[in-house]
């Protein structure tokens, strides 16, 4: 059912009492137009300007295409209109009907070359070859080539394998990003920006300066890339698009790190100054869930009312985990637990301290802010331990899962038990939801098992205000 008038504010916002039009602009098109694109509608009336944002909304997008035309280099309606003409021949059958569309074919390639610039001598008395403008020459050499199936835009598949892959948006923002770093690579190297034109000569070549193509991407980004392009070619081998994954086996040299160079569990002495280093309520019960359960940061921070019932957490699926994942309550969990869920609706959030992006475009995960607030809180304990040549601590919150697993594995647990407690991949066991099975009962004597260190060894100096701002009484 649509939305009244009166209450539709799809692409609107206020702004100094009259209402505006607003869009999101992709982020590959973010240098060139900014996060988003805004117009005055000069009303103040919120249905007059649900009756004139229609029109506003098609300009801003079409402003946004004419970018994107320019960043590709040729027109991109012209690469969609012969996406469809190569449908189209691709579906005919009988002679007739193949010769007229490639009859059409030509016909547009000429219209879309234009009108001769110049005409060139050809010698000996023959007739002037007729000349082209360079631009207009190689649109419609590219638009003959995709309509007759000789030529296949790089991107022309990526959204049906985003479809057929259920990924985060940040992975999928990962493959477009890795396809435009080919197809700028292609542009430079004067190689056609399609399918068929990436051999694994191609390929390799692309891998070996891809350094300098990424402006000097870590090696381990680059191979995230690398891999994005593998998993797009395999797809596409697989529905015969191409013939073979070129991409196979392809990676960038990188540098091992030395033994103890790894990122690594807590030591109980950290563990202690993070849950006692005068962290806000918010932060304490965060630390608290992520040490006595083993969870991803993300897991916990998206948690609601109704997965924490029956004495369990439900994680929703992260990861290659094939489903949401039950996990018994720590017995040290239960009143932080009674206390976040009092007085609010099943589908609640647990944690609405951190309600996520703002923009409708962010890729960030729901945790990020969460994430960032406590790194700032845990360098200010003075827990931390970074490595010349490695961008990120050896120690994060996923070292409060390495910890609980370490602990887990000290208490005398099984391995297979413990990793269907944290989400790892295992054979053969696995937690139903039922208090008296025998697998959560193990599960439950298991979680138990895992004590914090004491946290009344002496005082620990609080943690100073977390920004040189003043914050809110809550602090992180």
Not at 51 to 63: F, G, I, N, Q, S
Not at 276 to 303: E, H, K, Y
């Amino acid at each position: 059912m649509p939305k009244s008038s009166s209450t539709d504010r799809r692409w609107l916002e206020q702004h100094g009492g009259k209402w505006r039009v607003t869009i999101a602009v992709p982020r590959h098109l973010h240098a060139r137009l900014g996060t988003r694109l805004k117009t005055h509608l000069h009303t103040d009336s919120l249905a007059m300007a649900n009756k004139l944002k229609h029109r506003a909304v098609a300009e801003l997008r079409a402003r946004i295409e004419r970018e994107e035309d320019a960043r590709l280099g040729k027109p991109a309606a012209l690469v969609r209109e012969a996406l469809e003409v190569a449908d189209y021949l691709g579906a005919a059958v009988e002679h007739e009907d193949v010769k007229s569309i490639l009859d059409g074919i030509a016909e547009r390639v000429e219209d879309i070359k234009g009108p001769p610039v110049a005409a060139r001598p050809t010698g000996s008395g023959g007739r002037p070859e007729p000349q082209y403008a360079p631009e207009r020459a190689a649109l419609a050499a590219d638009f003959g080539a995709i309509a007759r199936g000789e030529a296949t835009p790089l991107a022309t598949h990526l959204e049906a394998f985003h479809a057929a892959n259920k990924v985060k948006a940040r992975t999928k923002a990962d493959a477009d990003r890795a396809v435009r770093y080919l197809s700028d690579w292609c542009r430079k190297e004067n190689l056609p920006i399609s399918l068929q034109a990436i051999t694994r000569k191609v390929a390799t070549n692309f891998a070996d300066g891809f350094t300098e193509t990424s402006g000097g991407l870590a090696p381990l980004t680059q191979n995230k890339y690398l891999s994005r392009l593998s998993q797009y070619w395999q797809y596409l081998a697989k529905r015969e698009f191409v013939a073979s994954n070129v991409w196979e086996g392809l990676s960038i040299k990188v540098e091992q790190t030395e033994h103890g160079e790894e990122e690594r569990a807590f030591t109980d002495e950290e563990v202690r100054k993070l849950l006692t280093g005068g962290a806000p309520q918010r932060m304490l019960d965060l630390m608290m869930i992520g040490a006595l359960s083993g969870a991803r940061l993300d897991a916990i921070v998206c948690l609601r009312v109704k997965d924490v019932t029956d004495g369990c957490f439900t994680f929703k699926r992260q990861k290659k985990e094939k489903s949401a994942r039950d996990v018994p309550i720590h017995p040290e969990l239960v009143e932080i637990i009674k206390r976040r869920s009092s007085g609010k609706a099943p589908d609640e959030p647990l944690f609405p301290d951190w309600p996520g992006p703002l923009k409708e475009d962010s890729l960030r995960e729901r945790s990020g802010k969460a994430s960032n607030q406590f790194t700032e809180y845990r360098r200010l304990c003075g827990v931390d331990e970074m490595v010349t040549g490695k961008r990120r601590s050896l120690v994060n919150f996923h070292s409060f899962r390495r910890w609980f697993t370490t602990k887990a594995e000290r208490a005398g647990n099984r391995d297979t038990l413990i990793a269907a407690i944290v989400g790892h991949k295992r054979a053969g066991m696995t937690l139903g939801r039922y208090s008296e099975g025998p697998e959560m009962r193990q599960a439950k004597r298991c979680i138990a098992s895992v004590k914090l260190p004491e946290l009344n060894k002496g005082p620990v100096k609080e943690a100073r205000a977390l920004t040189p701002r003043r914050r809110n009484a809550d602090g992180v």
